[in-house]
């Protein structure tokens, strides 16, 4: 029972670049969020969804996109990386809005 | 605008007093509240919850006190023991909105 599983761990990008972090749930929870974590800002909510075919806007979504195809995955996409989203991201789920979210173990990005 | 917050970016406590850590929001819409905690190159891990029509939870050496008419809440922890030495997040469950987190170190 893995939980929630992100993938890659570690990623540098050139500005300009696009790639996709991947997250993974074998909780069968529909609720799900990807967050980002800068030093004095805490966790900011990028993108979260409510179910599969369900998405919606966070605190900070300009530059990514996401999608829900299935219950399990949750795939955060920049598009045109830029060093301001140099940062570590967070994927999270949760059964509903009155349970712990379970995150992963985090993917550490640099954009130079 | 930060709907919750946490004023104390750090706090340090001797090994087996009493930790406190504050936290406030603005949002009355906020009806479940959440401390995690989260250790160096790891994931945040959920601590304790409590809903808004309770006025404290407990669950071991961890205490959280909701004060809905002054819209805060605080984590008591005590005894404080080394590994308590994280940083600890609050939270409020609409889309689960977390606050700045306060780093705690407990001296031996």
Redesign the interface.
Known sequence: NAGVTQTPKFQVLKTGQSMTLQCAQDMNHEYMSWYRQDPGMGLRLIHYSVGAGITDQGEVPNGYNVSRSTTEDFPLRLLSAAPSQTSVYFCATTRDEYTEAFFGQGTRLTVV | DQQVK?NS?SLSVQEGRISILNCDYTNSMFD?F?WYKKYP??????LI?I?SIKDKNEDGRFTVFLNKSAKHLSLHIVPSQPGDSAVY?C?A?????????TRLTIIP
Do not use: D, R
């Not at chain 2, 190159?41 to 959920?46: I, L």
């Not at chain 2, 469950?93 to 987190?101: A, P, Y």
């Open positions: 946490q970016p479940y959440l190159a790891e994931g945040p891990t959920f919850s809903s997040f939270a469950n609409e889309k689960l909105t977390f606050g700045t987190g």
